[in-house]
């Protein structure tokens, strides 16, 4: 296995709905069963687990994701997943705030600046990830806050 450095961070949503129960395992199995992949291909998930966010590991942070073959980029970013969907309503602030502090970590871990958190959609512009409702600029902004 060849380990990579990350230079980007790459948010996605689900597009289900979080429905309290754990759905990240369907999402393994749905990416290693019905794609054929070797795992889930992101690197990270957050979902609501029974009355609390908790961030779910997928892929090792050293190995390729498999969740935008954009330009590329799966060979240099970490891809996190929060379980929703986001095209209609906003991420709410407890969701928020530890996507913020999970790429808080990352970004600090691996240098990555601000510039390089993007979304999906930013490389798919026929996705909406991580969600039509999901601001970007804002989420950005929150974080180089928290970076300083």
Not at 73 to 86: L, M, P
Request: proline residues 3%; contains cysteine.
């Amino acid at each position: 296995m060849k380990l990579f450095k990350p230079s980007y961070i790459i948010i996605h949503h689900s597009l289900t709905k979080d429905s309290e129960t754990v759905s990240w395992q369907a999402i393994r199995r749905y990416h290693m069963d019905t794609l054929g992949w070797k795992d889930i291909g992101y690197h990270y998930g957050i979902e609501m687990v029974n009355t609390e966010y908790e961030i779910l590991v997928g892929r090792m942070e050293g190995t390729q994701g498999a969740h935008c073959n954009q330009e590329g980029i799966n060979r240099k970013s970490i891809g996190i997943c929060c379980v929703g969907n986001y095209n209609n309503n906003l991420p709410d602030l407890a969701l928020w705030n530890m996507l913020l502090d999970l790429c808080e970590n990352i970004c600090l871990r691996y240098d990555i600046p601000v510039e390089n958190v993007k979304g999906h959609r930013d490389y798919a512009p026929y996705k909406s990830c991580p969600g039509n409702a999901f601001d970007m600029a804002d989420f950005r902004n929150d974080l180089k806050g928290s970076l300083i």
